[in-house]
C-alpha cells in the first residue's frame, strides 16, 4: 500500500448525512461485518476493546425508531417538540444499517481512554465505509444520553451509549464539503 493511498483515503472521509443516502438500497450484510471488523482494530489501551455495536437493519430499524420516539416522548415533559418526535421515527429508516455505538466499560483504564479507543473505531469503520463506496455519518442525537436506553442497546449502568453510526449508499452526486485550517494553527513544534 502506498503512503499516497492512505492520505487520500484518509481526505476523502466526509460525514453524508441520510438524506443523501438512496432511499431502499441495501449494503450486504457481508460488507457492514466488513467494516465493523475494521473498526475493532482499532487502538485500545491493555487490549480492553470498549466498543460495543449494535446493528438495526430490516424490520430493526423500525424497532429502533419505535424506541427512539417513544423513549423520548416518556423523557421529554415540557419540552416535548413534535417535530423532533417525528424524526426519531423516521432518521433511522433513511439508512441501509443504524449502527448503535457503545462502550462497556472496565476499571482498567481511565475511562477518557475507553472514549478514545472507541471513537478510533468509529474512526475505522468510517475510513472502511469509504474505501467501499458506501457513506456515513456518526449522530450524537436522540437518546445518545438518557440512562434509560442503555439496556435497550445492552449496556450496563457504568457503560456509555456514544451515538448512532447511520450507513448507506451515497446518492449519485451526493457531497459534503470539507475543509480544515492551516496546519500551522495546530501544531507547535520544539526544535531545541
Known sequence: MEAAQVSALIRARRSIQPVQFEPGREIPNHIVREVLTDATWAPTHKRTEPWHFVVFSGAGRQRLATFQSELYREKAGEKFQQNKFEKMQSSPLLSSHVIA????????????????????????????????????????????????????????????????????????????????????????WVLE
Open 101 to 188: 455505538i457503545g462502550l462497556k466499560r472496565t476499571q482498567e483504564v481511565p475511562e477518557v481512554e475507553e472514549v478514545a479507543a472507541v471513537a478510533c473505531a468509529v474512526q475505522n469503520l468510517h475510513l472502511s465505509a469509504v474505501a467501499h463506496g458506501l457513506a456515513g455519518f456518526w449522530s450524537s442525537g436522540g437518546v445518545t444520553y438518557l440512562e434509560e436506553a442503555k439496556p435497550f442497546f445492552g449496556l450496563g449502568p457504568y457503560d456509555r451509549l456514544l451515538g448512532f453510526f447511520m450507513l448507506g449508499y451515497p446518492k449519485p452526486g451526493a457531497t459534503a464539503r470539507s475543509i480544515r485550517r492551516p496546519l500551522e494553527e495546530k501544531v507547535t
